[in-house]
């Protein structure tokens, strides 16, 4: 079954962009978002993150800070994090403005709080449809090593998904197996549209 997904994480674009990049290389239809107000990258310090609005072009981002101190968003990764996202897709964008966007059958969060966001979001739209979508979320440290690991995980639950007729009757029995197997703790909740 083709099934269509979304990533989510909450303002950095490193995480589900890190997945969006991994899983669309794998052929699978995937949308990438942040549920912020707004992007965030790390800074100088943890006082002075760089803020950007969401529709902001990486490649301005990555030339901002390309301008601003080359060296330092080298050596903490956000320069070829911004390389790799202008290879995805033209601009971040935001999860809440983007309800026209489609309608998705997963859709995958990487923290609690933004897993908590979504499930408000969509629990607060007209559900005219009533077509179900699956949120399932996969913890992940906000680093780049920890993004890749996750990602790899994240093609195999949808690997497993793809694989069966309909995820509704079987979704208990999938996600117990891929929690003992793996040893991750997953949260997943259904929602509607």
């Known amino acids: ?30 949308a990438s978002y942040g549920t912020g107000a707004h992007v965030k990258l790390p800074g100088p310090s943890l006082r002075e993150p760089n803020v950007y ?4 072009p990486y490649k301005h981002m990555f030339d901002d800070l390309r301008h601003k101190d080359p060296d330092l968003y080298k ?67 906000d680093n780049h ?5 996750r990602s790899r995980l994240t093609l195999e639950l949808c690997q497993e998904l793809e694989a069966i007729e309909s995820w509704e009757d079987s979704i208990d029995e999938i996600l117990a197996a891929f929690e003992r197997q793996k040893g991750r703790a997953l949260l997943y909740s259904v929602c509607f549209y």
């Open 53 to 56: 609005d969401f529709g902001t």
């Open 75 to 141: 050596r903490n990764g956000i320069l070829p994090m911004l390389k790799r996202n202008v290879t995805v897709k033209t601009a971040p964008q935001r999860w809440q403005d983007n309800a026209a966007d489609g309608l998705f059958d997963v859709v995958f969060t990487f923290e609690e709080k933004v897993f908590d966001m979504v499930i408000e979001d969509l629990n607060n739209r007209d559900q005219t449809l009533m077509k179900n979508v699956l949120e399932i979320n996969l913890e992940v440290k």
């Open 145 to 149: 090593e920890e993004a890749a690991t």
């Open 1 to 30: 079954m083709k099934m269509r997904y979304a990533m989510l994480c909450s303002s950095n674009q490193n995480r589900s962009m890190e997945a969006h990049s991994f899983l669309k290389g794998q052929g699978f239809d995937f």
